[in-house]
T-cell receptor
Framework: GDSVTQMEGPVTLSEEAFLTINCTYT??????LFWYVQYPGEGLQLLLK?????DKGSNKGFEATYRKETTSFHLEKGSVQVSDSAVYFC?????????????FGQGTRLTINP | DTGVSQDPRHKITKRGQNVTFRCDPI?????LYWYRQTLGQGPEFLTY????????KSRLLSDRFSAERPKGSFSTLEIQRTEQGDSAMYLC??????????FGPGTRLTVT
């Protein structure tokens, strides 16, 4: 079945550092890819998405590019802030047919120190 | 747009008791999803409704679990004869057809 593998955490960085969180996937067909973020005590929020190969999703300074050849969707940010501390989840959905249920990775906890 | 709401936010119950959770989706969304998230893991799909019809259920959804969406609006998830392994965060999400899923804050269940 479809699956998502994320870089293991926790990840600890200093403010203004460059961030990469790796995500690779296995899927049949042509999934859509997502990054969700979960701040402490809050629900999951959609951070960014991409629906086809070579699409780049971006939001709040975060970016990720859908790479079909490497089955990857790595999350990047050029300069992180303390407020970016959260758990980040990579996910895929089964395209435009059927339930479009989300398959999530295990999450990566990010802590940014001032 | 008030977002997806879930009630209660926290539930502590004793093993063997029944519990019921409620989810109110975004009003114009016809799709509703339930997921379960255990500590340190990503959410796992449980079941999905399109309007009032339950169209898919995961193998994770044992016969002790039942979900309904009687009028195609709010949904309930009931767990009968709870077990300690049921302790988790239960997440609800909604979407329009072909749209992106928006999640509620979740209900944290602790079974003692």
């Amino acid at each position: 079945g479809d699956s998502v593998t994320q870089m293991e955490g926790p990840v600890t960085l200093s403010e203004e550092a460059f961030l990469t969180i790796n995500c690779t996937y296995t899927a049949t067909g042509y999934p859509s890819l997502f990054w969700y973020v979960q701040y402490p005590g809050e629900g999951l929020q959609l951070l960014l998405k991409a629906t086809k190969a070579d699409d780049k999703g971006s939001n709040k300074g975060f970016e990720a590019t859908y790479r079909k050849e490497t089955t990857s969707f790595h999350l990047e940010k050029g300069s992180v802030q303390v407020s970016d501390s959260a758990v980040y989840f990579c996910a895929l959905s089964d395209g435009n047919q059927g339930a479009q249920k989300l398959v999530f990775g295990q999450g990566t906890r990010l802590t940014i120190n001032p | 747009d008030t977002g997806v709401s879930q009630d209660p936010r926290h539930k502590i119950t004793k093993r063997g008791q029944n519990v019921t959770f409620r989810c109110d989706p975004i009003s114009e969304h016809n799709r509703l999803y339930w997921y379960r998230q255990t500590l340190g893991q990503g959410p796992e799909f449980l079941t999905y409704f399109q309007n009032e019809a339950q169209l898919e259920k995961s193998r994770l959804l044992s016969d002790r679990f039942s979900a309904e969406r009687p009028k195609g609006s709010f949904s309930t998830l009931e767990i009968q004869r709870t077990e300690q392994g049921d302790s988790a965060m239960y997440l609800c999400a909604s979407s329009a057809s072909g749209g992106w899923q928006y999640f509620g804050p979740g209900t944290r269940l602790t079974v003692t």
